[in-house]
């Protein structure tokens, strides 16, 4: 195996879990804009995804309903969670609420613990199939649907905000709340739909990476770190900067443990994470910070 | 400035937030009817958290025998009752459950599950004076004896399973190999036995690799082994880590037959592996394949008994159980001839000789505080998601 086909193995397994990092930076992204909170349950929400996906399908559902079950599912939970938890503490300061989501992400994750107990589960790979070479380098057709997942839903996400009108409602609430409100838009709804929504794409993105890492409860604490350090690298606030900062997070992660030493990966995330916190507090995409989405 | 302060308040709580990033779990007790002056037995396990394959069966295993104890009419008359505590796969944790079962009067604790949190406990009980028989596998946890004075274990230590190891390396002829470990006590201690023990045999280890207890893609690292092109790889972790590994392996077309550690003997790493653990290679004590061993194997009716009873009640059995197996049965066999006194009890336990446990016949020595010997162990291959006896 010469050095570039090594390389390019390093790049695909970057790209396969920076494409879950992007999906769930892109909720911590579209969250913050709304509502200005950082929300660190989200990483529960893919656990959410990925175990519900786990228990319909061992329960014989096909996989397309499963999938679509589970989704909903979670933005059920995920709304009862916004209604109970988060809009009763409108008024409170954004650490505050910041505060309100790790001890969701806690309970949830205590919750998951009693409901699932501590075993992984495993998952069937959407598609039968071996791994496919290219280079000398090999994929597994299920990195194609985390990829193939990641970039649908970008497109996806992209038309909603530019297009419909609940896209456009949401941005309004992050230039102007104020102004927004005076139009008819309530920012209480859009807060929900964004939470929502976040779920949706955490839940999405938990179902396609269970058959490659397993389900556990506690998937979601490193999953929601990594997330979320992608979205600072991305400057918290835009969405193409999200998902840059989650597939430069995994391909970074991924040559790290390579070339440099594995045994360091997390760590070298994190100390991206402090470097672009000291250095670059705005994000290395980052912009000035007056529209945001 | 107000960004740059955001971001400060964001970097705090993402600092507390890696503090928080250990398991969490609830404690659990069991505890069987009173009687007059039941001998108490504390057992600290990997309940939750990171070691729970291996405690879970474990806690099981224990209760499985208090209760035909019990039913029997218990030790000397007395009942026993167990003090169950899950020490949450954490090593501080661990060390503050060792307090708190001294404190409950507990006669000699059995456990914990792996080698990190059993290592947290050994100082306590030194000072504390009670018996402790750990069911991982470090070799440290027991050496140096003068150290351990207290402390015993019924795993194979590492150095015996490198032994095996190597000896099966070598009946295949197979030189250069590559070297693959979790991040964690386990795994360290293994590629520090496997490294003296290679080079001693004249095994060159052409690569070494890393990876996390949690991680969920171990592809750069096997990557680099293929490079090496070794005529075998070792692989030394427990699952789900050690099943992630298996599965990046046969993903990646790797050639070299893959041999793990006993860290594996759980139906779990199967389960999760499924069909890419098929020729997975590694060494074992004979539980997994009881059935298989020839009559005259001294400990085939205590594995078959036990493998029964346990299957019969809780699913696949596991060699971790029998690890909690031995250790709960060695300190009942020492109780029952030192009655309730700490002290006799561990020099009870440092007598024991011709055991015959599931993880193997022992003969403890105040030399030797796990008494297992290169017998104790089998090479067991997966073969259509079964375990089979290597050739």
Not at chain 1, 246 to 262: P, Q, T, W
Request: some cysteine; charged content about 15%; overall charge neutral.
């Amino acid at each position: 195996m010469d050095l570039a086909s090594q390389l390019l193995q390093f790049i695909f397994s970057g790209l396969t879990m920076g494409g879950i990092y992007a999906l769930v930076a892109l909720g911590f992204v579209i969250i913050h804009n709304v509502t200005g909170i950082i929300n660190f349950a989200q990483g529960e929400f893919v656990m959410l995804g990925a175990m519900f996906m786990v228990t319909l399908t061992g329960a014989g559902v096909p996989l397309l309903l499963a999938i679509v079950l589970s989704i909903i599912l979670v933005m059920i939970v995920v709304g009862i969670i916004e209604f109970g938890a988060i809009r009763p503490a409108k008024k409170a300061s954004p650490v505050t609420l910041v505060i309100i989501t790790i001890g969701l992400s806690s309970s949830i994750r205590g919750i998951a613990l009693l409901v699932w107990g501590t075993d992984p589960y495993k998952l069937a790979p959407f598609t039968k199939g071996s791994s496919i070479q290219i280079g000398g380098a090999s994929i597994i057709p299920q990195s194609l649907w985390v990829i193939g997942t990641t970039v649908v839903i970008l497109t996806l996400t992209f038309f909603i905000f530019e297009y419909t009108y609940w896209g456009k409602a949401l941005r309004a609430c992050v230039v102007n709340k104020f102004a927004a409100r005076l139009m008819g838009i309530s920012p209480q709804k859009m807060s929900l739909f964004a939470f929502v929504f976040s779920a949706a794409l955490g839940a999405l993105a938990g179902i396609v990476i269970a058959p490659i890492t397993y389900a556990t409860y506690d998937m979601g604490l490193m999953l929601g770190l990594k997330g979320f350090i992608a979205a600072v690298l991305g400057g918290l606030s835009s969405t193409p900067g999200a998902v840059i900062g989650g597939l430069a997070l995994g391909i970074i992660e991924s040559l790290g443990a390579g070339l440099v030493s594995s045994g360091y990966k997390d760590g070298i995330a994190f100390i991206i994470l402090l470097l672009v916190l000291f250095l670059k507090p705005g994000g290395i995409f980052g912009t000035s910070g007056s529209k945001r989405v | 400035m107000v960004r740059f302060k955001k971001m400060s308040a964001i970097l705090v709580i993402t600092l507390i937030l890696g503090l928080l990033l250990t398991g969490c779990g609830g404690g659990e007790k069991t505890s069987t009817t009173e009687t007059k002056e039941p001998y108490k037995i504390g057992v600290i396990l990997d309940i939750s958290g990171g070691g729970s394959s291996l405690g879970i069966p474990e806690r099981d295993t224990v209760n499985m025998i208090a209760e035909e104890i019990n039913k029997a009419g218990g030790i000397n008359g007395h009942q026993i009752e167990l003090l169950v505590e899950d020490n949450k796969s954490d090593e501080t944790e661990s060390k503050l459950l060792v307090k708190k079962l001294v404190d409950r009067g507990v006669l000699a604790i059995v456990g914990s599950s792996t080698s990190g949190t059993s290592m947290a406990m050994t100082d306590a009980v030194n000072i504390a004076e009670i018996p402790m028989v750990s069911a991982a596998a470090n070799a440290k946890i027991v050496t140096p004896v003068s150290e351990r004075k207290w402390v015993f274990k019924t795993a194979q230590s590492d150095s015996l399973v490198v032994e095996k190891i190597i000896t099966y390396l070598k009946s295949k002829g197979w030189t250069k190999v590559a070297f693959a470990s979790v991040n964690s006590k386990y795994g360290d201690g293994g590629r520090a036995v496997f490294e003296k023990a290679a080079a001693e045999a004249g095994i060159t280890i052409l690569g070494q690799e890393k990876f996390g207890e949690k991680d969920v893609d171990m592809t750069p690292q096997i990557t680099n082994i293929k490079r090496l092109n070794p005529q075998a790889v070792i692989c030394w972790a427990i699952p789900p880590a050690a099943s992630i590994f298996t599965k990046n392996y046969s993903e990646l077309n790797v050639t070299s037959p893959l041999i793990h550690s006993h860290g594996i003997g759980n139906q779990k790493f199967i389960e999760l592996a499924g069909d890419t653990a098929n020729g997975v290679v590694f060494p074992i004590g004979k539980l997994l394949v009881a059935e298989n061993l020839p009559d005259t194997d001294p400990q085939k009716s205590v594995l078959v008994d036990y493998a029964t009873k346990f299957e019969a009640k809780y699913g696949a059995r596991n060699t971790f159980g029998g690890h909690a197996w031995d250790a709960l049965k060695i300190v009942l066999a020492a109780i029952e001839k030192a009655g309730p006194d700490r002290t006799k009890i561990r020099d009870e336990i440092e007598k024991t000789q011709n055991f015959t446990g599931i993880s193997g016949i022992f003969n403890m020595s105040s030399d030797d505080h796990n008494g297992l010997a290169l017998d104790s162990m089998v090479m067991v291959q997966i073969d259509q998601g079964k375990w089979v006896l290597a050739q």
